[in-house]
Structures are given as structure tokens and as C-alpha cells.
């Protein structure tokens, strides 16, 4: 072999070692920092205990077609993302979609409070050069709706991968932060 040969040999090592470690499978975790409580958060009561609310607000999301990528009930955190889809070809066929981030909590009347911020993602471009731009919706109705299906969901179709249980629901309260209640 060439020196030059030698020469590109190691260049070109040197750049798939890097992608080798990719390809072995380690677990990447999400970046738990967009779990920060802030004002972009919608928040509700419920009457109901933590990880009956917990196993709810997991079912509802999953029903309306969300792919859950953090459903982590030790810390009430869940998120997951729908809408952008990629064609056969490898194009995107829709360039928009809904990303949310969701908490609950304890409150001190052991009752439990859904916190959830809905993100519109705008995808742009191609592979190579894309750009990705993400807008918190704040429409209140599609909050109020939301925390409605996570009040009327009975437990008995409620069985999701999280915990399944068998309680009936109970009424839903006004929130502390200003949500205002379905009628």
C-alpha cells in the first residue's frame, strides 16, 4: 500500500468510528429540561388520585394519535409528538405536526393537576438543509377539550400500558392558575 492509501484509509476511520457508536444501540434520553414548569403551561385540577390522572392523561393523548417518547410515571412526565410523516421516498408528506409536554402533580389536598404545553412543529426543506421551527399554541378551547376527555374517560377503557385500573371518574375542578372549567 501507498502512503497515500494509508492516508485515506485513516481519514475515512476516523469517520465512521463515530457513527459505530450510534449504531450499537445505547439509550439516548430526552433532554428532561423542557419538563420546566413555566407560564406556557396550561394547568388543571382533578379530583382524582396521581397516578389514576397519570394513566388517563396517557390514554388520551395516545387515543388522539400521539407517538409517546417519555411516559415516565416515578416523575409525572410524559411527551410525544404527531402529524409529520415522511413518504416512501423519503420526503415529507405533511411538514407540520403537534409536539406536547406534559406533567402531573400532587397538589396538597392529595388530589392531582395536569400541567400540558402543546407545540405546533413546522418543518422546512430538505435533509440537508431543514430548518424546524416550533409555536406553544395557546388556544384555550383545545386545552378545555383536553382536560375534558381526561375528566370523562372511564377507567373501565382507560387500560393503558402505564396502569391499568378500574375506578370510576370523578368531576373536575377549577385550576389555581386560571384554567377555566368545561360546563
Known amino acids: ?35 420546566s414548569l413555566d407560564g406556557n403551561y396550561q394547568r388543571y385540577q382533578y379530583d382524582f388520585g396521581i397516578e389514576e390522572t397519570f ?15 417519555v411516559v415516565d410515571k416515578a416523575t409525572g412526565q410524559i411527551s410525544g409528538e404527531r402529524g409529520t410523516t415522511t413518504s416512501r421516498s423519503g420526503t415529507a408528506a405533511t411538514d407540520k405536526g403537534l409536539k406536547f409536554y406534559g406533567l402531573v402533580l400532587p397538589t396538597a389536598s392529595g388530589q392531582s393537576q395536569v400541567a400540558v404545553k402543546i407545540v405546533q412543529v413546522i418543518k422546512r426543506g430538505s435533509v440537508v438543509n431543514s430548518t424546524r421551527t416550533e409555536i406553544i399554541v395557546g388556544d384555550a378551547q383545545m386545552y378545555q377539550f383536553m382536560f375534558r376527555r381526561i375528566a370523562d374517560l372511564t377507567m373501565a377503557t382507560a387500560a393503558t400500558d402505564a396502569s391499568p385500573q378500574n375506578i370510576q371518574p370523578k368531576a373536575a375542578t377549577r385550576s389555581a392558575s386560571g384554567a377555566q372549567p368545561y360546563e
Open 55 to 69: 394513566d388517563r392523561t396517557v390514554k388520551v393523548f395516545k387515543e388522539a394519535g400521539y407517538r409517546l417518547d
Open 1 to 35: 500500500m501507498s502512503h497515500r492509501s494509508i492516508k485515506m484509509l485513516a481519514i475515512a476511520m476516523s469517520f465512521t468510528l463515530p457513527l459505530t457508536g450510534c449504531v450499537t444501540g445505547g439509550a439516548i434520553q430526552p433532554d428532561r429540561s423542557v419538563f
